[in-house]
């Protein structure tokens, strides 16, 4: 799959996880959370091909990410090898999860959310340069910011969008060896040769799924939270009765005896 079908099968796999099996890898996600991990999702998305020296991972900020590549390239035996495993998954998630218990966490998690933001800038834009950067850093600062001091929703859309590349590339011709270097390709060859059809109408489905969950999942909950917020307390109304001529049982129970015989 092409680089924009991953990222927007991140998006909308993360959303859809989310609202059918809420806190599926810890507590339940609040509209801030669910919008942070969102763009996450999507960076993560894209991890599995840095093993591809041409991919848009590659190219997101050279020369260092063209030298992690090629690098990684190298350790993982070629293009859809060791860092399309389950045994990678695996160890992604885990330190993911460890990294972000160091004291150093909230930088960690600023540079995690920042890097997802500069990817889907890349990927949806094709813009590039210092500006780019930037724009990307305010992105993952607010999503940061936004979501709180608690990151089990960045552990939580790393695995998940990191996981939804290697089931997207597994509906491809070539497939994935998920136990590499063990074992065999595992290919379930629905989507053909990169930028046919059905990878830009799977793209496009992924795109609509993702826009449609974004807004019934993280807009509208937010907006009604903000309405409800924002409306004055309903006062309950008081009643005043009219005042009886009787006297109360409490006040009549103070009152002295009356006397029945005559006064002599």
């Not at 590499?180 to 989507?191: K, L």
């Not at 307390?233 to 005042?243: D, G, L, T, W």
Request: hydrophobic fraction near 50%; aromatic fraction near 6%; glycine fraction near 10%.
């Amino acid at each position: 799959m092409m680089g924009r079908s991953h990222l927007l099968l991140g998006a909308a796999g993360f959303l859809a996880t989310e609202a059918v099996m809420p806190g599926v890898a810890g507590p339940h996600l609040n509209t801030a959370e669910l919008a942070s991990g969102t763009l996450v999702a999507s960076g993560a998305a894209m991890l599995p091909d840095l093993d591809h020296p041409q991919a848009t991972l590659a190219r997101c900020l050279p020369p260092v990410s063209k030298f992690l590549s090629h690098a990684v390239n190298t350790l993982a035996g070629g293009h859809r090898k060791g860092t399309h495993t389950l045994w990678c998954w695996t160890l992604i998630g885990i330190l993911t999860y460890w990294a972000l218990k160091l004291p150093s966490g909230p930088v960690i998690a600023l540079c995690i959310s920042s890097f997802a933001a500069l990817l889907m800038l890349r990927v949806l834009t094709e813009a590039d340069g210092l500006a780019c950067l930037v724009l990307a850093g305010v992105l993952g600062g607010a999503a940061v910011l936004a979501a709180g001091p608690h990151y089990t929703w960045i552990t939580d859309a790393v695995v998940i969008g990191f996981g939804l590349h290697l089931l997207g590339d597994v509906v491809t011709t070539e497939g994935i060896p998920p136990l590499y270097p063990i074992g065999r390709r595992v290919a379930f060859p629905i989507i053909g040769p990169t930028d046919r059809w059905r990878e830009h109408t799977t793209g496009t489905l992924c795109g609509v799924a993702a826009a449609y969950l974004l807004v019934t999942t993280v807009f509208l909950p937010a907006w009604h939270a903000q309405i409800a917020s924002t409306r004055p307390p309903v006062q309950a109304s008081v009643h005043r009765s009219a005042p009886s001529l009787l006297p109360s049982p409490a006040s009549a129970a103070a009152l002295p005896p009356a006397h029945s015989g005559r006064g002599r």
